[in-house]
């Protein structure tokens, strides 16, 4: 009975600790629901842009991705700035700048201000993709990261469903208010973040970089199931960033980064460089899958569909955003039992599928007769969007975020999510910029055979070059790279005998 209850006490200490961590990695990944709420709006408010600017197609891809090409600012430089002053206080200054681009937005008399709020905004956009999956992964214990490392992207989520509903419900406003007021709506969780910041501890593994390894271990006594827990996490991550047991002393002297772009880019070791190829390629094909082009322009896909009013179009997307934020939820609750690659490759088979069955029902509908498209063609065109969106939503979306920012060493880390983040709106920009003019090119039915193509390259890519995370330290992920993919399967091959049925640790890596 004495052994039950000492089992309860230290199951429920464990729930308390993975509480407070799960807490600060929400209170953190807040930021992320700037950036959803700006996609989600923007994507209504651009048809009452277009009435009220009189803007054409070229002013409308310039404004949808702009965003994207000005967060490469924020991403470059938001790695950096977070070593010199930390996580916490990067997240305030995205808030910051996000609040700044949103009232400019919500203010803009014609289309040059409304493009520089959005370009303000773009650059904290690329501070918050940075810093909040970082601070989770750095916050959180190895059974919980992959779920806590993908709430940056369910606050994504959540902010395109905001913003799905309040291109809604902001319709019936005058013309000249409704869009403004749609924009200006941004600057919300942007004051609510910069007061629940002050709640949220420093990440530890900053703090030991710093040498500052007593509020380090203060901060993982909180997240720990013991003490010696603790200490025993504390040492890995001082052995991790070089410094000393004794004196806490740095074999890489503290002091913003500094170095690590030659680490990573011009001598890197042979698991960094694969690290790199990994982080840096999960990013690149993303946005390639046309998860944008969905999203962001769903009210025109709609409309080629044959959804015909404006309110209707309007539903349809708040739709899309249910999907996307309840499917997101369901990659948090399996992430961590299921691993990586299974959702990973599972969401872009589903992807493909959706794909390639959303580009035949479009090309049918566009080839009939005004009014008169076959109704399964319509149908389908409409499912398979919204199968899409669950596909990525329950993989891709979420790990790619979740992968990258845990496979970095610790002195790496910041800076190596940064250039991935940059890679992601290079290639998110790209899609905002060029879907019209792709579509008009190929037709809007050829364009997403075309994204299902390069779906079939990016699961190549993920099952050759990306080995599973699941369960493990962030200090011992690089040694799941000393290898390549081809000794990574000799020894899985191996050790799976070796295992009388249970999961080897080499299988775990392949």
């Known amino acids: 009975m004495g052994g039950e209850e000492q089992r309860d006490g230290k199951e429920a200490s ?26 989600g709006v923007m994507s209504g408010a651009m048809l009452f842009i277009k009435e009220d600017l009189k803007t054409n197609d070229t002013q409308v891809q310039l404004l949808a991705g702009i965003l994207n090409v000005c967060a490469l600012v924020g991403s470059l430089t938001a790695g950096r700035i977070s070593d010199y002053i930390g996580r916490r206080l990067t997240i305030s200054l995205a808030s910051g700048i996000f609040l700044g681009g949103s009232v400019l937005m919500g203010l803009a008399p014609n289309f040059g201000m409304l493009l520089a709020g959005r370009c303000v905004a ?68 942007s004051l609510v973040l910069a007061v629940g910041v002050l ?6 593994r900053w703090l030991v970089v710093q040498g500052r390894t007593e509020e380090a271990l203060t901060v993982l006594r909180h997240v720990c199931d013991t003490p010696d827990e603790a200490d025993v996490r504390l040492a890995e991550i001082k052995s991790a960033a070089g410094l000393s047991e004794e004196a806490g002393a740095a074999t890489h002297a503290p002091g913003g980064g500094k170095g690590v772009w030659k680490e990573l880019f011009l001598h890197p070791t042979p698991p960094v460089r694969r690290i790199l190829v990994a982080a840096l390629g999960v990013h690149f094909f993303q946005h390639l899958t046309g998860i944008e082009a969905v999203v962001l322009y769903s009210p025109r896909i709609f409309k080629a569909a044959g959804i015909a009013t404006r309110n209707e179009v309007l539903a349809a997307t708040i739709g899309v955003g249910v999907t996307k934020t309840v499917f997101i939820l369901m990659d948090i609750l399996m992430v961590d039992r299921v691993g990586r690659r299974p959702l990973y490759l599972s969401s872009l088979a589903g992807i493909i599928a959706s794909l390639a069955c959303l580009g035949l029902g479009l090309t049918v509908v566009e080839r009939s007769a005004p009014h008169h498209s076959p109704t399964w063609a319509v149908v389908l065109a409409i499912a398979t969007v919204f199968t899409f969106v669950a596909s990525f939503s329950v993989g891709v979306g979420p790990i790619t975020w979740a992968y990258s920012s845990e496979v970095y060493p610790l002195r790496l880390r910041a800076q190596g999510a ?67 993919w081809r000794e990574r399967r000799r020894t899985s091959a191996l050790e799976l005998p070796v295992s009388g049925g249970g999961k080897a640790r080499g299988a775990m890596m392949t």
């Open 14 to 39: 464990r729930v308390r600790k993975n509480s407070y961590a799960v807490a600060c990695s929400i209170i953190g990944s807040i930021i992320s629901v700037l950036m959803g709420y700006d996609t």
């Open 122 to 189: 773009g650059v904290g956009v690329g501070y918050a993709l940075v810093i909040a999956p970082v601070y989770a992964a750095e916050i959180a214990s190895a059974d919980i990261r992959g779920s806590l490392t993908s709430l940056p992207e369910i606050c994504i989520s959540f902010g395109i469903l905001i913003g799905y509903v309040a291109n809604y419900l902001l319709a019936k406003l005058p013309l000249v208010y409704g869009w403004r007021a749609m924009l200006g709506l941004g600057s919300l969780p």
């Open 199 to 204: 709640a949220m501890p420093e990440s530890p």
């Open 418 to 484: 940064s250039v991935g983040v940059a890679i992601n709106r290079v290639m998110n920009a790209g899609m905002s910029m060029t879907f019209v003019s792709l579509y008009k090119a190929i037709t809007i039915g050829g364009a997403f055979f075309l994204f299902a193509g390069l779906a079939v390259a990016a699961a190549a890519f993920f099952y050759l070059l990306c080995p599973e995370t699941q369960g493990l330290p962030l200090e011992e992920i690089v040694d799941v790279f000393s290898q390549g």
